[in-house]
């Protein structure tokens, strides 16, 4: 009776003793642990939906395992009031009353559903990409949501993967701008907050380099290209403050991810200080057995927690076999101390030991859910995502005044594909389609007329007679093409990147009829769209842009909203060409026309079809030749370069000035060039504006020949321009 009189009074001491630091919280709580209680810690389950292969779990239900303390967190469980009843038993029924944490895949939104991760990085607009995040926050956390397993911060350079639809696309500097603002967003300045939702930079790492862009596949790449491309974004997390880790499913250079102790360990903590936990992805620690590397799921959880995995999602490893291997001395009761302490640190951040019913309130969560801030926040960052590639002639903006428009193919009044992959919570019904949004811009105007023509994936050309019967008696078409949603994601990697179905078939009918042809695509990836740029008039790259994708593709077709959207991902002519990504390197022999012995296709060309950071606008902006405040400096020193905008055009809109650098002579190869800078502008038709940049030694540096990261003496040549082809030139030198 002694024991637990003194058991309740040490907890409440530490729930209500703010003078206490966090870390001295957390001891008090790690002092009174048994071992399976620090294990318990460890050890997450999903509580409703599956999102992986099938693991094998306890036979106790989730509720038995809070009430004994084995378990440390849940996810895909959300509602204010269901996880207010779970956690009522783990802080009322449970020893020590340690809260749970609930955690969920909130990539693009929880019930209101935001444009998808790579359409939001087409913004280039960290600051509307975090102001997205925060909003997700909010909608989150009023159902119950402590974590989300969220910013996918994956470099990929290869569109067949799945995945790229979650990350911000090819390049590490806009990579971990996007980082960073999506882990500020989710978690805001104050994390004890109630609105405020724990990040996970995922996946740690080199899971976008899957060989053959297939989900899950093998990635093997130098230490120098994990540290230049594929690590920055994480760091960025890091210096942002986040959370959390999660562990990727892949191997590198043999180790995976989950065991491998110089990505988890030596970098993540030891370099970077990351003080967070790291969770696995789903079973990847399970997985270390098919890996090749662990005998049997005890050994796979041995490897993984000497690792640096701290939580265990699905796999079992942990609850089965972490304390038989603490008394077996496999693992030292200070590791396992550390792991906790981690975990527990996060929990006292989030305000759960204070407030462990914060994220419950049902009222909130009524209030909250759908609510019409949420749609004009979803509809501000649509409109800001959608990227113009092409405008022959100044065909859009439309004219409001058309008599007749014909709204063709299978994603026109699709209302559930524009949700995208990883839609969480969203509901079709709350979708506006393209047919929608066109009628609520219109209103009675224009005849509105619409045929679907055929699937999205399907070999049936039947409805192509009534799409072109349609097509016949309009002044414009509007055609609307690409993927279903759960063509990209998790699993679902494509070896072309062609038009599914017969979509191109029908695109050529309809050229065909001579009418003005406006394509919209909605798609997870770059394609291989080469008929359509050449005989489309124009196009806009829409991606998933979630519930308010027709008004806001309304808004940008018939000019009242000007497109500012710059691709953050290259997009290839072939599905031969890939990789193809702008930042890369000369080789020896690089490509000239006026001789054979250099490196080409013989069939095809080097260039893509769109490069890497293009996008249309409205107006026209003409670039000044880029100015430097030196043409010399030291490696200590800072460079300033300005450059003048002008906005040639007759609309106001935003311009994305880009500035790349290029070292021309390195102790190691460099790339063509890099971005290192960006700034999004707007000018009124007419206007000027000087756009300045400073180039500090930090973007400067690399990995050397002998792996530091240094700035080395030589000449450096920057470019300034719209795009990453696009662009001034000027060259300066940096000297000892």
């Not at 409440?12 to 703010?18: E, G, H």
């Not at 038993?89 to 444009?115: N, Q």
């Not at 911000?168 to 004890?192: F, N, W």
Request: charge should be negative.
């Amino acid at each position: 009776m002694k024991k637990i009189i003194f058991i309740y009074f040490f907890i409440f001491s530490i729930s209500f003793a703010q003078q206490k630091t966090i870390e001295q919280r957390v001891d008090s709580v790690l002092v009174l642990m048994t071992l399976d209680e620090k294990v318990g810690q460890l050890v997450q389950y999903s509580g409703g939906w599956d999102t992986g292969t099938k693991t094998s779990k306890p036979k106790a239900g989730h509720d038995q395992l809070a009430r004994e303390g084995k378990i440390g967190s849940l996810l895909n469980i959300f509602g204010a009031e269901i996880t207010k009843n779970i956690q009522k038993v783990a802080v009322e029924e449970s020893r020590l009353k340690i809260p749970l944490i609930f955690g969920l895949d909130v990539i693009h939104g929880f019930r209101t559903t935001f444009p998808v991760p790579i359409a939001e990085a087409s913004s280039w607009d960290p600051v509307a990409v975090e102001l997205s995040a925060r909003w997700q926050a909010i909608e989150a956390t009023a159902s119950g949501i402590h974590w989300t397993f969220n910013p996918m911060v994956d470099i990929a350079r290869d569109p067949r993967w799945g995945r790229i639809v979650e990350g911000s696309g090819e390049d590490a500097y806009l990579g971990s701008k996007m980082a960073a603002a999506r882990v500020k967003g989710y978690q805001g300045d104050d994390l004890s907050l109630s609105n405020t939702i724990v990040a996970c930079a995922k996946h740690f790492a080199g899971y976008g380099a899957a060989e053959g862009g297939r989900d899950y596949n093998t990635a093997d790449f130098s230490e120098r290209t994990l540290r230049e491309i594929y690590l920055p974004p994480f760091k960025a997390a890091v210096d942002a403050g986040v959370g959390t880790f999660m562990a990727a499913f892949n191997e590198i250079g043999g180790i995976p991810s989950s065991a491998s102790v110089h990505l988890l360990t030596n970098i993540l903590r030891d370099e970077w200080k990351f003080d967070g936990f790291v969770v696995s992805d789903w079973n990847s620690i399970g997985e270390l057995i098919p890996h090749g590397v662990a005998k049997d799921l005890k050994h796979a959880g041995e490897l993984g927690f000497k690792a640096g995995v701290d939580m265990d999602m699905e796999a079992s490893a942990y609850f089965n076999h972490l304390s038989q291997l603490v008394t077996e001395k496999k693992i030292s009761m200070q590791q396992l101390d550390e792991s906790v302490r981690r975990i527990l640190r996060i929990k006292f951040r989030l305000g759960l030991f204070d407030d462990p019913f914060k994220y419950c309130n049902a009222e909130i969560e009524t209030q909250t859910l759908r609510s019409e801030k949420l749609f004009k926040a979803s509809l501000d960052m649509a409109r800001r995502s959608i990227v113009m590639l092409k405008n022959e002639k100044n065909i859009l903006p439309l004219k409001k005044d058309l008599r007749q428009i014909a709204v063709i193919g299978p994603l026109a009044e699709s209302k559930n594909d524009p949700l995208g992959p990883w839609n969480q919570q969203g509901n079709p019904d709350d979708v506006v389609t393209v047919l929608k949004g066109l009628q609520n811009k219109l209103g009675d105007k224009s005849n509105i007329v619409y045929s679907e023509g055929c699937s999205v994936d399907g070999d049936s050309k039947a409805g192509f007679e009534h799409a072109l019967n349609v097509v016949k008696n309009s002044e414009i078409v509007i055609l609307c093409l690409g993927e279903s949603l759960n063509m990209s994601g998790e699993a679902r990697s494509r070896a072309t990147i062609d038009l599914p179905g017969v979509q191109e078939d029908l695109a050529r009918e309809i050229v065909k009829s001579g009418k003005p042809v406006i394509v919209v695509l909605m798609n997870g990836r770059p394609l291989t769209i080469n008929f359509l740029s050449e005989n489309a008039n124009a196009i806009l790259e829409a991606w998933f842009l979630g519930v308010q994708s027709g008004n806001a593709i309304a808004d940008v077709l018939f000019g009242d909203y000007n497109p500012s959207g710059k691709l953050p991902v290259t997009f290839p002519k072939h599905i031969g060409q890939i990789p193809m990504y702008y930042n890369f390197k000369n080789t020896g022999r690089p490509y000239n026309p006026n001789d054979f012995y250099t490196s080409y296709y013989l069939d095809y060309s080097n260039t893509p079809l769109y490069p890497f950071g293009f996008g249309l606008s409205y107006s026209s902006f003409e670039y000044s030749d880029p100015v430097l405040s030196k043409k010399e400096i030291s490696k200590n020193e800072s460079l300033r370069i300005s450059v003048n905008v002008i906005n040639t055009g007759q609309y106001d809109g935003e311009e994305i000035v880009q500035l790349y650098i290029r070292d021309l002579v390195g102790s190691a190869t460099r790339p063509i060039k890099e971005l290192k800078d960006f700034a999004k502008i707007f000018l009124k038709a007419g206007e000027t504006k000087k756009v300045e940049f400073t180039v500090t030694p930090e973007k400067l540096k690399f990995y050397d020949i002998n792996m530091n990261y240094v700035v080395e003496p030589g000449e450096f040549k920057i470019f300034v321009g719209t795009n990453s082809v696009d662009v001034k030139e000027a060259l300066f030198s940096v000297v000892d």
